[in-house]
């Protein structure tokens, strides 16, 4: 039987980013070469390749972007935990390649990268290493502190998917003589990645002079994360919930002290939040200035360069990103600014309803692209000029827009023109036949509402923007609800409504996967190569910034019964993240969302200037938590709670993890969080109408929904399980693993070795 070798001899494969990881190409290497200072410095940088894991291709983002509450996949079968995907050979686990994959001429991913790790470690602790490794003990320990952290993250991130996993502490450069790989307990995983990383604290310097390199901050953030998370797991120890018994990581009384004291080093360093959530993530046309912001503590580093990017590059970019191109919408080409490609993930309805008041929480508009105007490129895919569309005249050959109907004419000029103020509109009146959508006007936007916030039918058809996707319509005519409908043709004859002939009523979303939903917007890169159709990105992408640590020292005083000083950190980032007096609320925003009805008549009018600044609505208070106010309705708190945590208590930590949501959407971030607190299951048979089971009933129903039970019927249409929690081991590894004697596994054994529920 053909086996697949995880654990086999170093890879030279020098990882780049603009900073300090610099490629450099050897002839010829051998293991001694790795002993060298110069060659073992480059084992270093390479180890960091460990960082890029989760944001080169579709292996991290299924395994840390999908199996939570606040996003989906374009895959219905994997959004529902159908067994045709969610077994150990799954058709998009994407697991695999997390334990190891041979891929042009070289082994990458978790083990191959652990093994390069080892070597490293085992060079410096045996005294083998050369140069300045033998004649400075500091810069020996420090660089052992920076190989120490990147395994420790391997481990954390099989940690995290797998629980329980087999541990390689010594380096392997031939097939191994048998493929007994025991796991070692989550227990031992969690002692043996905070030790290292205490090393590391301890030898690290407090800043890199190669920025993207780590630090004393790097590992006490880190260090803060696992005490944390192995407090969490201690009441699970004796859980009859296996799910949750595979949280258990020790029993340490000490846990949640020691997670105080490395939030508060981290907290007191040299780190401050920005100012303005976006400008965490904008990134103009040839500047990178944002990956300099001082609330970053660590990064995966990238280069501009498609070639210093890896095996895979940066694909960040194209995951989350939407295919907006119609020239129905004003947008007949790809633009720098809007992003490229798309492989389908986007929020649940949760993942925007977690934004209990976007009209004060400017974090929603700066995470969602809520708005696109017409746009398109000069010349040839590869401009980097943005340049007017067409004018909105019937005659314009050049513009193939929404046109008007009379009657959506007549209805726009009453009812909506005499406050429509956008400059490019120019105080137009709507001509039946004229396009809807010229030079500067928008051309595509969306409404996250909720049924009770419906928008009319006929306030929806009169809109002046040539693509409108609402998530609920009332027709007051037939008194119905519409989920998500699909606007009909762009022809004269529909001026695109939403209702077909014989009353139709098309729906988008749910079963029916698509681009019509608010894309994120954090990943767009208008530096991407060669051109706009570019899937490659170049941006760094954060893994720690500050809000984290504000967050997780926040539930550490919560768990503590420390109030006021959860309270505390939790309003620093809601502090920043209101709207501010003298900033511009996107115009879908400011004229048709929820809460819009309460702004001034100037804040609802063009430029949609804040006037009032809105920090004192985003500041919170124990009754967000209490379980009878309404603020705390408005969080959507689970219903079923099988963590056995106090009501009180349970709900603060649904708080924080909601917090999360709204800072750290699309971050690959947020499942680790509801992850190790156990809370991942209560949530998603919540909030993932997609993953619960039938039995869940949690939805408004809609009047579009259709007889064969697709749409918006109210009910949960998956089969999330609490086993779930947990990917599965992939069948590949199963069926190489053999005991101490080299004999292959039996199915039994197999079984024993794989997580529960997926045998």
């Given at each position: 039987?053909?086996?697949?070798?995880?654990?086999?001899?170093?890879?030279?494969?020098?990882?780049?980013?603009?900073?300090?990881?610099?490629?450099?190409?050897?002839?010829?290497?051998?293991?001694?070469?790795?002993?060298?200072?110069?060659?073992?410095?480059?084992?270093?940088?390479?180890?960091y390749n460990a960082l890029r894991f989760k944001y080169g291709w579709q292996d991290?983002?299924?395994?840390?972007?999908?199996?939570?509450?606040?996003?989906?996949?374009?895959?219905?079968?994997?959004?529902?935990?159908?067994?045709?995907?969610?077994?150990?050979?799954?058709?998009?686990?994407?697991?695999?390649?997390?334990?190891?994959?041979?891929?042009?001429?070289?082994?990458?991913?978790?083990?191959?990268?652990?093994?390069?790790?080892?070597?490293?470690?085992?060079?410096?602790?045996?005294?083998?290493?050369?140069?300045?490794?033998?004649?400075?003990?500091?810069?020996?320990?420090?660089?052992?502190?920076?190989?120490?952290?990147?395994?420790?993250?391997?481990?954390?991130?099989?940690?995290?998917?797998?629980?329980?996993?087999?541990?390689?502490?010594?380096?392997?450069?031939?097939?191994?003589?048998?493929?007994?790989?025991?796991?070692?307990?989550?227990?031992?995983?969690?002692?043996?990645?905070?030790?290292?990383?205490?090393?590391?604290?301890?030898?690290?310097?407090?800043?890199?002079?190669?920025?993207?390199?780590?630090?004393?901050?790097?590992?006490?953030?880190?260090?803060?994360?696992?005490?944390?998370?192995?407090?969490?797991?201690?009441?699970?120890?004796?859980?009859?919930?296996?799910?949750?018994?595979?949280?258990?990581?020790?029993?340490?009384?000490?846990?949640?002290?020691?997670?105080?004291?490395?939030?508060?080093?981290?907290?007191?360093?040299?780190?401050?939040?920005?100012?303005?959530?976006?400008?965490?993530?904008?990134?103009?046309?040839?500047?990178?200035?944002?990956?300099?912001?001082?609330?970053?503590?660590?990064?995966?580093?990238?280069?501009?360069?498609?070639?210093?990017?890896?095996?895979?590059?940066?694909?960040?970019?194209?995951?989350?990103?939407?295919?907006?191109?119609?020239?129905?919408?004003?947008?007949?080409?790809?633009?720098?600014?809007?992003?490229?490609?798309?492989?389908g993930f986007r929020p649940s309805d949760f993942g925007y309803d977690v934004f209990?008041?976007?009209?004060?929480?400017?974090?929603?508009?700066?995470?969602?692209?809520?708005?696109?105007?017409?746009?398109?490129?000069?010349?040839?895919?590869?401009?980097?000029?943005?340049?007017?569309?067409?004018?909105?005249?019937?005659?314009?050959?050049?513009?193939?827009?929404?046109?008007?109907?009379?009657?959506?004419?007549?209805?726009?000029?009453?009812?909506?023109?005499?406050?429509?103020?956008?400059?490019?509109?120019?105080?137009?009146?709507?001509?039946?036949?004229?396009?809807?959508?010229?030079?500067?006007?928008?051309?595509?936007?969306?409404?996250?509402?909720?049924?009770?916030?419906?928008?009319?039918?006929?306030?929806?058809?009169?809109?002046?923007?040539?693509?409108?996707?609402?998530?609920?319509?009332?027709?007051?005519?037939?008194?119905?609800?519409?989920?998500?409908?699909?606007?009909?043709s762009t022809t004269a004859a529909s001026g695109g409504g939403y209702i077909a002939?014989?009353?139709?009523?098309?729906?988008?979303?749910?079963?029916?996967?698509?681009?019509?939903?608010?894309?994120?917007?954090?990943?767009?890169?208008?530096?991407?190569?060669?051109?706009?159709?570019?899937?490659?990105?170049?941006?760094?992408?954060?893994?720690?910034?500050?809000?984290?640590?504000?967050?997780?020292?926040?539930?550490?005083?919560?768990?503590?019964?420390?109030?006021?000083?959860?309270?505390?950190?939790?309003?620093?980032?809601?502090?920043?993240?209101?709207?501010?007096?003298?900033?511009?609320?996107?115009?879908?925003?400011?004229?048709?969302?929820?809460?819009?009805?309460?702004?001034?008549?100037?804040?609802?009018?063009?430029?949609?200037?804040?006037?009032?600044?809105?920090?004192?609505?985003?500041?919170?208070?124990?009754?967000?938590?209490?379980?009878?106010?309404?603020?705390?309705?408005?969080?959507?708190?689970?219903?079923?709670?099988?963590?056995?945590?106090?009501?009180?208590?349970?709900?603060?930590?649904?708080?924080?993890?909601?917090?999360?949501?709204?800072?750290?959407?699309?971050?690959?971030?947020?499942?680790?969080?509801?992850?190790?607190?156990?809370?991942?299951?209560?949530?998603?048979?919540?909030?993932?109408?997609?993953?619960?089971?039938?039995?869940?009933?949690?939805?408004?129903?809609?009047?579009?929904?259709?007889?064969?039970?697709?749409?918006?019927?109210?009910?949960?249409?998956?089969?999330?399980?609490?086993?779930?929690?947990?990917?599965?081991?992939?069948?590949?590894?199963?069926?190489?693993?053999?005991?101490?004697?080299?004999?292959?596994?039996?199915?039994?054994?197999?079984?024993?070795?794989?997580?529960?529920?997926?045998?």
């Open positions: 039987m053909k086996r697949i070798i995880l654990l086999v001899s170093i890879v030279f494969s020098i990882a780049s980013c603009r900073d300090f990881l610099k490629e450099e190409m050897v002839a010829t290497i051998t293991q001694e070469y790795f002993k060298t200072e110069q060659g073992l410095d480059q084992l270093i940088v390479n180890s991290g983002l299924y395994n840390f972007e999908s199996g939570h509450d606040i996003g989906t996949t374009g895959t219905t079968a994997h959004n529902t935990y159908n067994i045709s995907n969610w077994r150990g050979a799954g058709a998009t686990m994407y697991i695999n390649d997390l334990f190891g994959v041979y891929s042009s001429s070289q082994m990458i991913g978790g083990y191959p990268g652990i093994n390069d790790c080892n070597y490293a470690i085992e060079a410096i602790r045996n005294g083998a290493a050369l140069g300045k490794y033998a004649a400075d003990p500091q810069y020996a320990a420090t660089r052992l502190s920076e190989v120490l952290f990147n395994r420790a993250w391997w481990y954390y991130m099989f940690t995290t998917q797998l629980g329980d996993v087999y541990v390689s502490l010594k380096s392997n450069n031939s097939v191994p003589e048998n493929y007994n790989y025991v796991k070692s307990s989550s227990q031992e995983i969690y002692s043996l990645m905070i030790g290292d990383l205490r090393y590391a604290f301890d030898n690290l310097p407090t800043s890199a002079t190669d920025k993207g390199r780590h630090t004393k901050y790097t590992a006490a953030h880190f260090l803060a994360k696992l005490y944390l998370q192995r407090a969490q797991g201690a009441q699970f120890e004796n859980s009859s919930e296996k799910h949750l018994k595979m949280l258990f990581k020790g029993n340490v009384s000490t846990d949640l002290d020691s997670a105080l004291y490395f939030a508060n080093q981290v907290i007191a360093g040299p780190f401050t939040l920005e100012p303005n959530y976006w400008s965490l993530f904008d990134v103009k046309l040839g500047n990178y200035a944002n990956e300099n912001s001082n609330e970053i503590i660590m990064a995966a580093g990238y280069g501009s360069v498609d070639g210093n990017n890896g095996r895979y590059g940066m694909r960040s970019q194209g995951y989350f990103t939407a295919t907006y191109v119609n020239t129905a919408w004003g947008l007949p080409d790809r633009t720098w600014t809007y992003g490229s490609n798309n492989t209990t008041d976007k009209i004060a929480d400017s974090r929603f508009e700066k995470s969602f692209r809520v708005e696109y105007d017409a746009i398109r490129m000069s010349g040839t895919a590869t401009g980097s000029t943005e340049v007017a569309f067409g004018s909105y005249e019937a005659s314009n050959s050049a513009n193939a827009t929404t046109v008007w109907t009379e009657e959506k004419a007549k209805y726009f000029n009453d009812n909506i023109l005499p406050g429509y103020k956008r400059p490019s509109w120019e105080g137009r009146t709507a001509v039946a036949k004229d396009h809807k959508t010229g030079t500067g006007d928008i051309g595509l936007c969306f409404v996250e509402n909720t049924k009770a916030t419906a928008i009319k039918l006929k306030d929806a058809e009169a809109q002046p923007y040539s693509g409108l996707w609402i998530r609920w319509i009332y027709d007051e005519d037939e008194n119905k609800y519409y989920y998500r409908p699909s606007p009909i002939a014989g009353g139709t009523v098309d729906f988008t979303g749910l079963e029916k996967p698509s681009n019509t939903l608010p894309c994120s917007k954090k990943h767009i890169d208008p530096n991407r190569a060669p051109n706009t159709n570019a899937e490659y990105g170049t941006r760094n992408v954060t893994m720690f910034r500050l809000a984290e640590t504000y967050l997780i020292r926040a539930e550490v005083y919560g768990r503590k019964g420390q109030w006021a000083e959860a309270i505390n950190d939790i309003n620093v980032l809601r502090r920043r993240a209101a709207y501010k007096a003298g900033e511009v609320r996107a115009e879908v925003i400011a004229r048709l969302y929820p809460g819009s009805e309460n702004l001034t008549a100037a804040e609802r009018t063009y430029p949609y200037t804040v006037a009032t600044d809105k920090t004192n609505d985003m500041l919170v208070d124990a009754t967000y938590w209490d379980g009878a106010s309404a603020k705390s309705a408005a969080e959507q708190y689970p219903t079923e709670n099988t963590t056995g945590i106090n009501d009180n208590l349970y709900r603060f930590i649904n708080f924080i993890q909601n917090e999360y949501a709204r800072e750290m959407n699309s971050e690959y971030t947020y499942i680790e969080v509801i992850h190790h607190a156990g809370t991942q299951a209560d949530r998603i048979r919540r909030h993932q109408q997609m993953a619960a089971p039938s039995t869940y009933t949690y939805w408004d129903v809609s009047d579009n929904a259709l007889a064969n039970g697709q749409g918006q019927t109210g009910k949960g249409k998956g089969d999330f399980a609490n086993y779930h929690t947990f990917r599965p081991f992939p069948q590949t590894f199963l069926d190489m693993l053999t005991d101490e004697n080299n004999v292959l596994l039996d199915d039994a054994a197999k079984a024993a070795y794989q997580n529960p529920g997926y045998n």
